[in-house]
């Protein structure tokens, strides 16, 4: 039961907030979107797909159709917990290349205790605006707007917060991306610390690799900033199949596969955690991605 009771916690994340001086930590990263995860979550330098709101806004800028998706993570062992996530870009030129995204993105949990088995329930929900633009030829900027709220059988909070992104294209192959997170953000009383994730993707439209580093301050009451690696790559075998694997340093097997039927997209990615992560809150999980693309006449 102690056992189940700390996954709940961990996995709804902003209810399990560890307090810090001048701020408390982030609500914890699990990230949106099974493109990303079957490259063991490194995105950053990516970010050319709907969920461009969630790793880097000014992705958003350099989209060439628009996208709706939707998806369920589920992680094993923990079957009252799920996270569900939707986005939907939409890129446009006026005088530069412009794009707008909207996403919602829920974390829910229900745990069973005691002999009269009550049940104590929590939920965490991220609204985000996001608008990315290119400043100049080969430098994208973009900006998210996100709302916060906590509700559970203890309480409810909201808050408010800003991300901020870059990304450069040094040229047809290569994309540097760089993204603060949590920028004036809060919840309640209490502000957020921001942290900060850089990545660089290389490649083309037939393969892609990709490497993040993300830093935090101030992790479980250390001094210190705490670093996280990732990498992966895609690689697609047609152009309606593609193929994914990945490493972080949570979660270091991830791997993935999309199809794109028409316009439809499905696709899956699977993380495997360690045995000493598993302890630590994490465990192995499933998602699954359903999206629709379609195309905008005016970027033809």
Not at 126 to 146: D, E, H, R
Not at 178 to 206: C, H, M, V, W
Request: proline content about 3%.
């Amino acid at each position: 039961m102690f056992k189940q009771f700390y996954y709940f916690l961990y996995i709804i994340g902003g209810i399990s907030l560890l307090i810090c001086e001048g701020g408390i930590s982030a609500p914890i990263e699990i990230g949106v979107g099974t493109r990303a995860q079957g490259m063991g979550g490194a995105f950053v330098g990516v970010a050319d797909d709907a969920s461009a709101t969630y790793w880097n806004p000014a992705g958003l800028g350099k989209l060439e159709d628009g996208e709706a998706r939707f998806m369920h993570w589920l992680p094993d062992e923990l079957q009252n917990v799920s996270i569900e996530w939707f986005g939907l870009s939409y890129p446009f030129t006026l005088v530069n290349p412009q794009g707008i995204g909207i996403s919602w993105l829920r974390k829910g949990a229900s745990l069973e205790q005691g002999r009269d088995t009550i049940t104590t329930s929590m939920s965490e929900n991220t609204y985000s605006f996001s608008y990315g633009f290119s400043l100049v030829k080969k430098l994208i900027v973009g900006v998210t707007a996100n709302r916060f709220s906590i509700n559970s059988n203890i309480g409810s909070s909201s808050g408010v917060g800003i991300d901020a992104g870059l990304l450069y294209v040094l040229n047809p192959y290569v994309k540097m991306g760089f993204i603060a997170r949590n920028l004036s953000a809060n919840l309640g009383d209490e502000n957020f610390l921001p942290t900060y994730r850089t990545g660089i993707a290389i490649g083309t439209q037939k393969f892609v690799i990709v490497t993040d580093v993300s830093t935090k301050d101030r992790v479980n009451g250390k001094d210190n900033i705490t670093f996280h690696y990732f990498g992966g790559l895609e690689i697609k075998i047609i152009p309606q199949f593609a193929v994914r694997i990945g490493y972080n340093d949570n979660n270091p097997i991830n791997a993935g596969i999309g199809v794109n039927i028409k316009n439809v997209l499905i696709e899956y990615a699977y993380s495997n955690a360690t045995t000493i992560k598993k302890t630590e809150g994490l465990t192995n999980s499933h998602r699954i991605e359903l999206g629709y693309k379609f195309y905008i006449p005016s970027k033809k």
